[in-house]
């Protein structure tokens, strides 16, 4: 593992985070900003950040939750045993936003990924699962000329009738962006999910949604009770195929 533990300055305060590079090889590599689920920061997640650098990238996993300042990490097997994930979390949700985790946070890691030495380009990818799915929307939507590639896998809430919704700003985005939707999920039902894919279609948005048949809510998660190692490994595919084809 290649790992930095890093802090970045925000309008907000100071944002612990994450850098990985490539296990093996030398730099300068593209930059992707990967944007956590509802379970925040813990192993499962640093071990996919891993992951997706040793595919070639710089990968930077912030911790979206700053703002509530220092708590311990969650085991997923006690947020889910508490059979309501909303109450448990319901602080950390309203620390954060898509828009300002897509807009102020956003200009922060971009900020800290332009200091770099070991960046190629100024081109980026992001991806997000869970609540941070509209959050890599919305950062694509509001860095358009950063953002090349976005990714959301099992995200909800991509076409609701809130302000944040990222529908909304279809029209801001340049990048390809590949959407990965859970089978059966109450927070992207197929009527939302047409709402979103006709707010791209009308933008013009290069874009790929695919539904992950029998996949729940959350099936890319290795420590999460619904993960699907056979759908993990097609995400993984479609991911690496995504930013490889636009960021090299």
Request: net charge negative.
């Amino acid at each position: 593992m290649s790992r930095e533990d890093i802090s970045i300055p925000t309008e907000d305060g100071v944002c612990r985070a994450f850098a990985f590079t490539p296990s093996q090889g030398e730099g300068p590599w593209p930059a992707v900003i990967f944007y956590m689920d509802g379970l925040a920061i813990r192993p499962a997640l640093l071990d996919m950040a891993q992951r997706m650098a040793d595919g070639g990238f710089l990968v930077l996993l912030p911790d979206l939750f700053y703002r509530i300042g220092d708590y311990p990490p969650f085991d997923p097997k006690a947020v889910f045993a508490s059979g309501n994930v909303r109450e448990v979390l319901k602080d950390f949700f309203a620390s954060t936003d898509n828009r300002r985790a897509g807009g102020p946070d956003t200009d922060a890691f971009l900020a800290w990924i332009d200091g770099r030495n070991d960046v190629a380009g100024t081109k980026i990818g992001v991806v997000g699962y869970c609540m941070g799915g509209g959050m890599a929307l919305t950062a694509a939507a509001l860095h358009p000329d950063r953002v090349a590639a976005a990714a959301s896998f099992h995200g909800g809430n991509l076409a609701s009738d809130s302000e944040m919704s990222p529908h909304l700003l279809a029209s801001r985005i340049r990048a390809r962006v590949y959407i990965g939707v859970a089978d059966n999920d109450h927070s992207y039902p197929p009527e939302m999910a047409a709402r979103f894919e006709a707010a791209l279609d009308a933008a013009g948005v290069d874009y790929r949604s695919e539904l992950y048949d029998g996949a729940a809510h959350g099936w890319t998660q290795t420590d999460f009770p619904i993960y699907d190692a056979a759908a993990d490994q097609r995400h993984w595919a479609a991911l690496f195929d995504l930013f490889r084809g636009t960021l090299g």
